[in-house]
Nanobody
Framework: QVQLVESGGGLVQPGGSLRLSCAAS????????MGWYRQAPGKERELVAT???????NYADSVKGRFTISRDNAKNTVYLQMNSLKPEDTAVYSC?????????????????WGKGTLVTVSS
């Protein structure tokens, strides 16, 4: 079994910073792409940033220059450093990872989601 657990959310004033973490655990053979998504109240979930296991990064236009995604492959963890936060960044942030697992009986590759962490940007 594989689990993704996010941490680091909270309440921050506009212009402030937060750092989110997402750690994968379980019977992991390898982790491919990892990413962060967010869903604001009443809106669809949207991509924030993704990073491949080779380090190729993609950002949503709305966060370019303010957010930085990174990963520590040794710790199976992806991070999201969020600076210059705006009220419109308020959302539940969830991480996603494309993970391969291997047992003596099967090799499986699928996407996993964390439960999410709430980020509120407000004065």
């Amino acid at each position: 079994q594989v689990q993704l657990v996010e941490s680091g959310g909270g309440l921050v004033q506009p212009g402030g910073s937060l750092r989110l973490s997402c750690a994968a655990s379980g019977s992991i053979f390898s982790i491919n792409d990892m990413g962060w998504y967010r869903q604001a109240p009443g809106k669809e979930r949207e991509l924030v940033a993704t990073i491949t296991n080779g380090g190729t990064i993609n950002y949503a236009d709305s966060v370019k220059g303010r957010f930085t995604i990174s990963r520590d492959n040794a710790k199976n963890t992806v991070y999201l450093q969020m600076n210059s936060l705006k009220p419109e960044d308020t959302a539940v942030y969830s991480c996603n990872a494309d993970i391969s697992t291997k047992t003596p009986w099967e090799f499986r590759r699928m996407g996993y989601w964390g439960k999410g962490t709430l980020v509120t940007v407000s004065s």
